[in-house]
């Protein structure tokens, strides 16, 4: 359906750090910095070095990760940019499925798994609940018989609470899953449909609460600030009944529009170059008004998108871990992994990826080795998210002065107010941190500056 967005009336104030841009819409492209360096630098070319990267053996104390993607929803949202499939039938679900089981085999013999049992475990999609029980307890077994993750600390499993009953929810738990995602993204009924989203309200509360009595150690909601439709009022009401359901942990995410969304599509049929949503001042103050919202209630901040209830015993080993430098193996149709200082992604079409399992081959489409520089940056760009950085972490680990390598950026944004040096911390500002995404280009290096994200 055609996307328009609703007149915003009565928005909170903007933030000191948003002055510069109040004339921000936003407009098509990657807002959220997911790795470094800009995946455009990874090639074709340089898949060798993949392979390189898993004949080695691992780095001491490197702790070991899984990602599976499960691309398969009941509908596609207008602003999702993932690789998902809404047409697949249980054959050639069945057949993928399959596939992902033949990839972690081929990786199981591989020397960079060095004995090594995954320690986190993440199910990603997509909508892998879209899964019966049947298909979840075949993967399941076969993943673990294919290389152990008895140990793993975390396993997460992203929702979509349509595709919930009591039944695969208590199935899901048994399967050993210890951090429950529910894609929520809004309450309002209307806010769902007209951005795509296959749930309703009800579906909310029935799956939540069956989730909250089968047991799970973490509950996660998603939340998505600045979805077409909306405005102040309902993002208010949005937040109000998160903080009723109080969950363990709550994901915000600053709507974006990648230029494989279906609202971009839209956009350029139209000839428009401003999407129909909330501008960046505007979506930084609903998620300040949300951060505010929960610390009242109990909730600690603890990185630019979350808040956490009970910052002691509610974690995300997989965003931690990965942001130090752990290996990830990705799995499934267009993953990405990191392996030994090696970045590199899957076949990105289901054909091609299935095909090349068939054959034998690990379906690698693109790669690219990470100098020791190039690692000091990633690290330090994915750590600032979580709003501060140890000084003594990266001169240990890379025998670096982040107060002498980036002397420059650092001055910069301290004399902007978004932030400061703090001991031994590097730490943004509340508002540095409503616009992470926005600074963290300050620290790439030269060749990687003004290039193509994606």
């Known amino acids: 359906m055609p996307v328009e967005i609703a007149s915003n009336a009565s928005l909170p104030a903007p933030g000191p750090g948003d002055a510069a841009a109040m004339t921000s819409p936003t407009t098509p492209g990657n807002y959220f910095v997911s790795n470094y360096p800009p995946f455009s630098f990874w090639s074709a070319e340089r898949v060798r070095e993949a392979d390189e990267a898993l004949e080695r053996p691992p780095r001491a104390g ?46 199981a013999r591989r020397p960079f798994v060095g004995g090594r049992r995954p320690e ?30 008895d140990a793993a600390e975390e396993v997460t499993f992203e929702c979509e609470p349509g595709t919930l009953t009591e039944a695969k929810i208590r199935a899901i738990r048994d399967l050993g899953v210890t951090r429950l995602s529910l894609g929520v993204e809004h309450f309002d009924d209307e806010i769902l449909e007209v951005n795509g989203r296959a749930h309703r309200s009800r579906e909310i509360g029935r799956s939540y609460e069956a989730a909250r009595a089968a047991g799970f150690p973490q509950l996660n909601l998603d939340l998505i ?6 405005t102040d009022g309902k993002w208010r009401d949005c937040v109000r009944q998160t903080v009723a359901l109080r969950p363990d942990s709550v994901t915000i995410y600053q709507m974006e529009v990648p230029y494989n969304t279906t609202i971009y599509k839209e956009m350029k049929a139209a000839g428009r170059s401003i999407a129909p949503i909330a501008d960046w001042p505007t979506k930084r103050a609903w998620v300040r008004h949300a951060f505010a919202e929960l610390e009242a209630a109990g909730y600690s901040v603890a990185s630019g998108y979350t808040a956490v209830l009970d910052p002691g015993r ?27 200082g090696t970045h590199f992604q899957n076949e990105k079409e289901f054909g091609p990826y299935l095909e090349r399992l068939r054959s034998g081959e690990l379906p690698i489409h693109r790669a690219l080795r990470l100098s020791d520089e190039e690692r000091l940056v990633r690290e330090l760009i994915l750590q600032l998210k979580r ?55 300050a620290f790439y290096l030269p060749e990687h500056r003004d ?3 994606t």
Not at 82 to 87: G, H, I, N, S
């Open 62 to 107: 490197t702790p070991l990760g899984l990602y599976l993607h499960i691309p398969f929803c009941r509908r596609r949202c207008h602003f999702c940019y993932f690789k998902v499939y809404t047409d697949k039938s249980a054959s050639e679900i069945r057949a993928y499925l399959d596939a992902t089981l033949a990839e972690l085999a081929l990786y």
């Open 120 to 149: 986190f475990v993440y199910f990603g999609g997509g909508t892998p609940s879209y899964l019966s029980t049947d298909q979840l307890t075949y993967l399941v077994e076969g993943m673990r018989g294919l290389l152990p993750w």
């Open 225 to 230: 600030a600045g979805m077409v439709g909306e």
């Open 314 to 340: 509610t974690r995300f080993l997989y965003r931690d871990r990965l942001w130090a430098g752990a290996d990830l193996v990705g799995l499934g149709v267009a993953s990405f992994s990191h392996v030994g």
């Open 387 to 441: 709003g501060q950085v140890s000084l003594a972490y990266f001169d240990g680990k890379y025998g670096i002065d982040l107060r002498e390598r980036f002397a420059e950026p650092l001055g910069r944004l301290a004399a902007e107010g978004v932030l400061a040096l703090d001991g031994d911390a590097v730490r943004l500002s509340r508002e540095g941190l409503l616009r992470v995404d926005t600074l963290l280009p």
């Open 451 to 453: 290039a193509r994200y």
